[in-house]
């Protein structure tokens, strides 16, 4: 069986910044096994398999997989792939397009918006297919603080405190003080297995946050850490991004209006990128949410499998 796919760094304008994902195209005939070894193969923190959709109203169906399972949705597979397919189906038409398209997830259909651009990177934006909800559990501090490497007293900010939220994947929310206490995260997998709760049967992920950022318009700094997932950290995670939203809205109590947040992430390992997160309150609840980026293609060719 021979593959075609393209290697495209999300949430980025930059090649060789932002998330590398690995899109493979007509996997249609692939078994899950097949897509899990492939995906451990090319050892991202994520890969899209596209398929045929059997709804002929959607542009097609994702399969998201990290190197170690399967994933119901994802931000930077969704942003990637929205661009990589809107490329793929309009290279030969007039090269800027704004165009909008169904994507069918395990988490269901999200709807995406892209714009193709000559000459430089791409974007694309998706409405939460799920808006956030926070689940209740009890957390243990100062094992938190020992997993991250940090002082107890460093954990939460203003009326941030560490928290458990999902838009679709669960992440622990972990406010930290400050950029500096962010920036020096020693993450300890092994202490984090101690402390972390277990979510939906998983081990909980890490997105850990503080206010500001290394760039002027930066609203928030993040990192994330998935020991479950098989990532080590990872350079951008959008849908911890739509998680954090949940967070953000009821810490900061937002009002009614449309609040745009700007999140930067994988600073520390070099691959700076750029989460655009727009956020709609009516009568002090989420009405609706998205996430948005860049992505640029950096690699294509043939999987012989």
């Known amino acids: 069986m021979a593959l075609t796919y393209a290697v495209y760094d999300v949430f980025t304008d930059t090649r060789l910044a932002g998330n590398p994902l690995a899109v493979v195209f007509g996997a249609d005939a692939m078994t899950d096994e097949a897509m899990q070894a492939l ?80 000459g430089e990177a791409s974007f694309a934006e998706f409405d939460l297919p ?49 950029l500096a206490a962010v920036e020096g995260i020693e993450f300890d997998g092994m ?6 709760p277990l979510v939906e049967g998983r081990l909980a992920s890490v997105y850990a946050y503080c206010r500001g950022g290394v760039h002027h318009a930066a609203r928030f700094h993040t990192r994330m850490f998935s020991p479950d997932m098989g990532i080590s950290e990872d350079p951008a995670t959008g849908a911890a991004a739509a998680a954090l ?13 449309h609040h745009p947040v700007l999140i930067e992430q994988g600073v520390e390992m070099g691959r700076p990128s750029f989460i655009h997160l727009h956020i709609d309150v009516k009568e002090s609840s ?12 950096v690699a294509s060719g043939v999987f012989h499998l």
């Open 39 to 118: 995906a451990r193969e090319t050892n991202l923190s994520e890969t899209v398999f596209v398929q045929t959709s059997a709804n002929p109203a959607h542009a097609a169906k994702l399969r998201i997989f990290t190197p170690t399972r399967e994933l119901p949705f994802a931000g930077h597979p969704t942003v990637g792939a929205a661009i990589a397919i809107a490329e793929r189906t309009h290279a030969d038409e007039r090269p800027d397009l704004d165009l909008v398209c169904v994507l069918e997830e395990n988490v269901g259909p999200v709807r995406c918006a892209v714009r193709l651009a000559s």
């Open 130 to 178: 799920r808006m956030p909800q926070r689940i209740q559990l009890g957390l243990d501090r100062q094992g938190l603080a020992d997993a991250l490497g940090v002082k107890p007293g460093d954990l939460g900010f203003e009326n941030h405190v560490p928290s458990v939220w999902s838009a679709g994947v669960p992440f622990l929310m972990v406010p930290l003080h400050n």
């Open 191 to 196: 202490l984090w297995e101690r402390a972390a």
């Open 245 to 257: 939203s949940g967070a953000i809205h009821h810490f900061d109590a937002l009002p009614d209006g």
């Open 286 to 297: 989420i009405a609706r949410a998205r996430i948005g980026g860049q992505a640029v293609k």
